[in-house]
């Protein structure tokens, strides 16, 4: 969701000054995690020469993650295994209920993978239900019971009291954190927002359409093809 330019402003300001703290501060909270951070949309053998590299950051409550969402999908589909999609969340503050959605999405991650993207999707289908006015005089206990009910059926009834637990787990917290911190350090601070190859897509911040998409990758896939083309020539 994009915002204001005085908004815009004052929050990159205070994610300067929240990643300077972290910097001094050092200690238990120092990051970099164990893993690479963020949710490998169905994952494929991947060659860095031979592959067009996506990060989406997306907030699961977010309307216009929602929307960017589908042609986003179609266009991993349509390239098949030349590109790489690895989401990345932000759970913005002016969104409720975003960092518990996010805390949900690891929590279901890490006890059956495969049901971590029909829950982002489940997440953005039923958005009203979490977005700010529907939950403002839910307490927080209700809203994590309503989640876990939802990723519940979602990822398998078995998993019902696993997810309930994650969410008195510090190390969900602990993941959800630092998606949080590593989004900021990319200089992330709304959603969506993507990075290509490593640079980031202009006009972020807003929906892609599919004809966007391949606007973007039909030049990358091609100058990787010319290059694989042209790599036996080095060698004579």
């Not at 590593?182 to 359409?209: K, Q």
Request: hydrophobic share 40%; proline share 7%; glycine share 6%.
């Amino acid at each position: 969701m994009q915002m204001t330019k005085p908004a815009t402003s004052m929050i990159l300001i205070v994610i300067s000054s929240v990643l300077q703290l972290l910097v001094l501060k050092g200690g238990a909270d120092y990051i970099p995690p164990s893993r690479l951070e963020g949710f490998v949309y169905q994952p494929r053998p991947f060659d860095w020469d031979d592959t067009v590299f996506i990060e989406a950051f997306y907030d699961p409550v977010c309307p216009d993650s929602r929307d960017s969402w589908p042609p986003l999908k179609k266009a991993i589909h349509y390239y098949g295994d030349r590109v790489q999609l690895v989401v990345h969340l932000l759970p913005l503050p002016y969104h409720d209920n975003a960092y518990v959605a996010s805390r949900a999405l690891h929590i279901v991650n890490g006890l059956n993978s495969s049901a971590t993207f029909p829950l982002l999707d489940w997440f953005f289908k039923h958005q009203e239900k979490f977005y700010n006015a529907p939950t403002r005089n839910l307490s927080r206990a209700s809203i994590v019971e309503k989640i876990v009910d939802s990723a519940a059926k979602v990822a398998g009834s078995s998993y019902h009291t696993a997810i309930k637990n994650g969410f008195n787990d510090t190390q969900s917290d602990y993941q959800t954190r630092v998606s949080f911190k590593y989004s900021a350090s990319r200089g992330v601070y709304g959603t969506p927002f993507f990075y290509v190859n490593g640079f980031l897509l202009p006009d972020t911040g807003s929906a892609i359409d599919f004809n966007a998409w391949k606007k973007v990758i039909d030049p990358l896939v091609g100058a990787k093809s010319v290059k694989n083309e042209e790599s036996p020539h080095y060698l004579l």
